[in-house]
């Protein structure tokens, strides 16, 4: 949501509207029509008498048309039906929260009742799928009720100024703690019922991207070819990279997790580690849609990006020794799409007297000509917002290939962690009538205090006492954490479910099930890789999945 500098009074509605505090614009409404009209009246000495009745008039209706009814209250416990806030006791008397269906807006009383809002923030359970968060809204975490239904869980900011501006420039000290403390009011909230609220749960980074960063490594140890990293939407640059670099290309290609869409959510940027203080180049990113990750760009050596400061990305694009475009956006918040802000251009092939030019649209047409010095300052300006990352190597992640490695060198599974990498997980459960032992690359907040993880290596005891590797498992993302029930393994995605146990020494697909959309978005469905004709199969499998228990992971520090 972009700010202008003047404010129209509607248009502070509006905004503030969207931010949450849908009730509360309605009085700073009142106290910023007041404002206006005092400011007109100094800045226009010839504002007339008739002029400044039409505008007191105007006022009257507005107030009139936007009058508060709102249910204001001060109670230390607020509850939805899909969750409960406990306000700290140092609130008690200083602060009105207001409850719209899922969602509790929190007020300073004081600049409230003076007349000019004194919203906060809002705690919001997205329940709808109606708050993209982005703008006024970053996502805090994940609620789970008890039937297994998963729900964003987001916080409000005011859009505009909630306190008494004509007295003082900065946030008043009881309005400043209040708005500071929106993050200690969220982490203690709780789930109605048998629910759970996972504070900071689908927002991070090493949460959210492990299958992706994975797939990296598996490219190189598969030896891709620039074509396929091209079909997977990779960069073909790191092809190149690993041509040139051979082994040593793990250390060279890093990446790292940056909330550069501003909607509170992690976003995965790839790019070669350099030695220099310079920019880090950007080759790949991804951003979270539909709790998924999904590709946004994908760059070469002539069409490289940048992250920028304050969110956004800068595309340098070369056209040839005598042309370079730079073309910045914006990350559409929750869409793998990119919003166009503006571009620079140094032409020398169009006009080689005139050779700058800017474009505020999204398209090769719109091009108009500026002097060489606003080219450079306004270079300058975005170069300097080009980010050095501090990227982690694939190297530090690589996972071990338990197929290649001599298990014999292990006396018990307990043995096999003394060779684990930093944050690599582990646990014992029952597949079938076998005690098995599982090994997962990475774990994460997979509900409260519970460490999950979304792959796996197996392990079991044959009847010599020795350590034998059955096989790996794996889901597609954090929403689908490994679960157990009734001595089978479940791994899932949004469009299929697995379901794995082991018998007679050997890890067996027990059933499978999956679906398929075509171009025009017309569902196929497959059981046990048999085409079936609905989605009965692969609907039973899922009840099944979240049904049971997430396995609980111990991590290695």
Request: hydrophobic letters at 30%; proline letters at 2%.
């Amino acid at each position: 949501m972009r700010r202008k500098a003047t404010l129209l009074i509607l248009g502070m509605t509006i905004a503030l509207a969207a931010c949450g505090g849908r009730q509360a614009a309605k009085e700073p409404l009142q106290q910023e029509a007041a404002v206006s009209g005092q400011t007109g009246t100094n800045e226009t000495e010839e504002t007339t008498e008739t002029e400044a009745a039409t505008e007191d008039s105007a006022t009257e209706e507005a107030v009139e048309e936007y009058e508060d009814d709102t249910n204001y209250v001060e109670d230390m416990e607020l509850s939805t039906d899909l969750f409960t806030i406990t306000v700290p006791e140092e609130f008690k008397g200083k602060f009105l929260a207001a409850k719209d269906g899922e969602s509790i807006s929190f007020y300073d009383k004081e600049s409230h009742e003076s007349g000019f809002g004194g919203y906060a923030f809002s705690v919001v359970v997205d329940k709808d799928k109606d708050i993209m968060p982005g703008g006024m809204y970053t996502k805090v975490g994940e609620l789970l009720t008890a039937r297994g239904e998963r729900y964003d869980v987001c916080k409000g900011y005011p859009s505009d100024v909630q306190w008494d501006y004509t007295k003082q420039e900065e946030m008043p000290e009881n309005y400043k703690k209040l708005y500071n403390s929106a993050d200690l009011f969220i982490e203690n909230a709780k789930a109605a019922g048998d629910g759970t609220f996972m504070y900071g749960a689908g927002i991070k980074g090493e949460d959210l991207y492990q299958y992706t960063v994975s797939r990296y490594l598996d490219a190189i140890n598969e030896g891709w070819d620039a074509k396929r990293y091209e079909e997977e939407k990779m960069s073909p640059e790191f092809y190149a990279l690993v041509s040139n670099e051979g082994d040593k290309a793990l250390q060279k290609i890093g990446f790292a997790y940056k909330d550069i869409s501003n909607d509170g959510v992690d976003d995965l940027i790839m790019g070669v580690i350099s030695d220099g203080d310079e920019p880090s180049i950007v080759y790949d990113v991804y951003t979270m849609v539909d709790g998924l990750p999904a590709s946004v760009i994908s760059g070469t050596s002539r069409n490289r990006y940048y992250a920028l400061e304050y969110g956004g990305l800068a595309n340098v694009r070369s056209g040839g020794a005598g042309e370079e475009i730079i073309l910045v956006y914006e990350i559409t918040p929750g869409e793998a799409e990119l919003m166009h802000q503006f571009s620079l251009k140094n032409d020398s092939y169009t006009d080689e007297e005139n050779l700058w030019f800017v474009n505020y649209e999204d398209d090769d047409t719109s091009w108009e000509k500026m002097t060489e010095e606003d080219y450079d300052e306004r270079l300058k300006m975005l170069e300097e917002r080009y980010l050095k990352l501090d990227f982690t190597p694939l190297s530090d992640i690589a996972p071990i290939d338990y197929s290649k490695v001599d298990l014999s060198k292990y006396a018990t599974f307990t043995r096999m962690i003394d060779d684990f990498k930093k944050g690599m997980g582990y646990a014992n459960v029952k597949l079938g009538d076998t005690d098995v032992f599982l090994v997962s690359t990475d774990t994460y907040n997979a509900g409260e205090n519970i460490k999950g993880a979304i792959d796996s290596s197996i392990f079991m005891y044959d009847d010599k006492g020795g350590i034998v590797y059955l096989g790996k498992v794996s889901s597609s993302g954090t929403a689908y954490p490994l679960t157990i029930k009734d001595g089978c393994l479940f791994t899932g995605g949004h469009h299929d479910v697995e379901k794995t146990t082991v018998k007679d020494g050997k890890l067996v697909t027990v059933e499978e099930a999956s679906e398929t959309f075509d171009e025009n978005g017309n569902a196929t469905y497959y059981h046990d890789k048999k085409k079936v004709e609905d989605d009965s199969y692969l609907s039973g499998l899922f009840d099944e999945y979240f049904k049971g228990e997430p396995v609980e992971f111990s991590a290695t520090e």
